[in-house]
Every structure is written in C-alpha cells, then in structure tokens.
C-alpha cells in the first residue's frame, strides 16, 4: 500500500459513505455478517476472562470451519457442544451466529461494498428470507436470553451470563439490520447488547471479548447526527469514535471470541472514515491469516478498489477468481460477487467493454441471488447501451425490471427502456 492517504476513487460512488448503527458486528462477523470476522484460536485472555465455553477444543474448531465459511461444519461441531451443555446461553449463540450468517451468505448480504457505499436502509431491497428461517432465528435469540436471563436471575454478578445475553442480543441486531433493515429495531437491540456487555466490564475490566459491543456503538452512535439518534430512540447516549475504534483494537488483539470480528468490524468503520491505509492492513492480515475465506480475500479487492487504485484492485479480483477455480480452495464461494466488484472497478477504469462482460458474468452464476442478478442485469445493460449494443442492452433491462422477486432495478431498467443510458 502506498504511504500516504489516496485520493478520492477514481471508481463509482466516490461520495462519503453511510453508516448505520449496528451493521457490522459481522459484519459482519462477515456481517454483518455479516456482515459479511474470525477466531483466534490462541488468544490472550486467561480462561477467567472469557467465557469458559469459549476455550472448549470442539468450539475452536466450529470457529475454524466457521472462518472457512464451512457453515455446515461448524454447525456439527456446535451442535456437539450443545448436546453436552444443553442449557448453556453461550453455545446457543454459537448456533445462532452460524445460522445468521450462513443465511445472510446465501442472500449475497456479506459484500461490506453494499452497505459502505449505499444508503441500504432505504434501498427498498428485501431479502427472499423463508418466514421459518426468521422464526428459527427468532427462537434461538429468545433461547439464548433466556437462558442467560436465568443465571443472572440467580447471580446479578454473572459475568459469563451477560456476556452470553450480549452476544445473543448483538447478532440479532445485525440480523435485523443485513436481512431486514430494520434501523430502529436493530439500534435498540444493539444498545442492549452494548449495556450488557459494558455490565460484563465492569464486573472484570479484562473481560476483552466485551469489549467489541462497545465499540461499534461508540462509534457507530458518534456517526449519526443528533435527529437521527432521537429517531431511533438512543438520543442521550454516547459516542466517540476513537474510543470505540480503540476497543476494537483491543478486542482485536485480546478477545478469545470476537478477535476478528473486531477486526473486521475496524476495517469497516475505517473505511467509513476514508482511512484506507488503516483499513487495508486490518483487511489484508485477516486474509493472509485465512486464505481460504473467500470474503476476506475479496474485500482486500474491495478496499483496494475505494481506495481509488483501480489496476492493483483488478489484479485482486482476478487473482480470486482464478483461485475459485482450483478444486476446493474456497468453500461454495458466491462468485458474483467477485465478478460484480470487478465490473465495477473496471467501469471506473473506463474499461466499457471488460465491465460489460464482467456483469455479465456475475448475472450467469448459478447461485446467485435474485437481487444481486438484477442489479447485474441492469448494470451490464448500461454498458452495452455505451457499446453502441442495443438490442443486448434492452435483453438486460427486460430482465431488470422482470416481475417477482426483487424490485429494486425495476424503475432504472424501465428508464433506460425507453431512453438508451449514456452516462458513465
């Protein structure tokens, strides 16, 4: 990376990016999932600092098929636990955060692009969620407060408990905000997990893990404007964005259970603030660390792409994509993704033509969501309008605006329809 802070992206979307309260504790974890985050395996807490599960072999090893995005792994492996410690909250948000996000994977909702360069919460997008996949993760969010509302019913000194009821409470908040954005709601079930785990810090001030919770609403609070925090009923609550970046760092370097998660919820909020050298080297270790995470190796494109160095972000993109090729080096990645970022990255360059065929692709993977096809579609048909290429522009735009599913590309497509696209 060079030494100095880039100029403004020579890509699309150049304007500064939006935040939103609670999207990444994922990010997250991805993200944020989740985001569209990871474990480190020998972290520096004492078994007394976090929460005992958390140090079980069998958990490590979930986390390692976890940061894989072997989401199916994971889950035998936490299922494993569970059955061993069935009325344990912690190992109830374990399979919550499994289940979020491996949903969330699905939906093609963990490229962090979507949500630092586009007002999401208004985008009009909705995720085609079954209403038993909501529920099942309604009730394992309830299970884990519930039991963790238990314990601390029978000891208000519990600080593992907190932490559980924090943990659960955390990625149900993301969930409402990835899959739903759900603004208010997610805020409020942030701040609650913010509120616990700060009770978790002061019952033990090197509890690190509790640390992350925090530090997104720190910060995340410290990006909104006053009116908005009134909006969603958090105004009076405080927020500093250099705290809330410095626990991060510390849950980052410490936490047992959220180490990169904290890392990759630093990245973001980095590049929120345009640091891109910052972000970058957060992004980059989590990549060399697990380089068989497919998210993680494509947001070192992403960043590199904001940054405004589109040709080493190509080269990024390409070198993913031809890693996606080799037998089983990533785990079912969502290839349109790459393609997508790609084109985008390409279209800044001015290269019409690569773009074009770059959406293309993206719109031609087979697990591709609804959303994201379309958006494709219309995007490819722009360039093709630039190619000179109406009739296979006008094929695109038809099926942009195609009924059912996702809406979202409907009105653009049905203007370019009528009236050829001749922007940039």
């Not at 090197?206 to 992350?212: C, E, I, P, V, W």
């Not at 609403?217 to 250099?242: C, D, H, M, T, Y």
């Not at 940054?307 to 972000?313: L, V, Y």
Request: contains cysteine.
């Amino acid at each position: 990376m060079p030494s100095q802070e880039p100029r403004q992206s020579k890509t699309r979307h150049s304007r500064k990016h939006r935040i939103c309260v609670y999207p990444f504790v994922t990010i997250q974890k991805k993200l944020l999932t989740t985001a569209l985050g990871s474990l480190v395996l020998l972290g520096t807490a004492t078994a007394q600092d976090t929460y005992p599960l958390n140090n079980d072999p069998t958990v490590r090893e979930g986390f390692q098929h976890f940061y894989i995005l072997d989401y199916d792994g994971a889950m035998q492996r936490f299922e494993a636990v569970q059955r061993e410690h069935p009325q344990d909250p912690m190992v109830v948000g374990y399979i919550l955060m499994d289940t979020i996000f491996r949903e969330l994977y699905r939906q093609d909702l963990l490229d962090t692009t979507y949500y630092a360069r586009e007002h999401f919460l208004s985008s009009g997008h909705k995720s085609d969620i079954p209403e038993s996949m909501r529920k099942h993760i309604d009730d394992l969010t309830d299970r884990a407060i519930s039991l963790a509302d238990a314990r601390i019913k029978a000891n208000p000194n519990d600080k593992d408990a907190y932490f559980a009821r924090g943990y659960a409470k955390g990625m149900h908040a993301a969930w409402m905000t990835l899959a739903d954005h759900s603004f208010t709601g997610a805020a409020r079930q942030g701040l609650s997990s913010r509120n616990d785990s700060e009770q978790v810090l002061k019952l033990d001030p090197n509890y690190a893990d509790a640390k992350m919770a925090v530090g997104i609403q720190k910060f995340a609070v410290a990006s909104l404007p006053r009116f908005v925090r009134i909006l969603v009923g958090i105004a009076g609550i405080g927020g500093n964005k250099e705290d809330g970046l410095n626990l991060l760092r510390e849950s980052a370097a410490h936490g047992t259970v959220t180490s990169v998660e904290s890392q990759t919820a630093l990245s973001l909020f980095l590049r929120h603030d345009q640091r891109y050298n910052e972000a970058y080297a957060v992004s980059q270790k989590l990549a060399q660390k697990y380089p068989h995470d497919f998210l993680f190796r494509l947001e070192e494109a992403n960043l590199m792409k904001d940054a405004g160095h589109g040709p080493q972000a190509i080269a990024i993109y390409k070198t993913v994509l031809a890693d996606a090729e080799k037998p089983g080096y990533f785990m079912e990645p969502r290839l349109q993704l790459a393609w997508f970022g790609l084109a985008e990255t390409q279209r800044g360059q001015g290269q019409v033509q690569d773009a074009a065929t770059s959406y293309l692709n993206a719109a031609n993977q087979p697990n591709c969501s609804d959303w994201m096809r379309k958006r494709a579609n219309l995007n490819a048909g722009m360039m093709l309008d630039k190619l000179g290429r109406r009739d296979e522009a006008l094929a695109q735009y038809e099926k942009a605006a195609a009924p059912g599913g996702d809406q979202t590309q409907a009105d653009a497509a049905r203007k370019y329809m009528r009236s050829p696209y001749s922007g940039n």
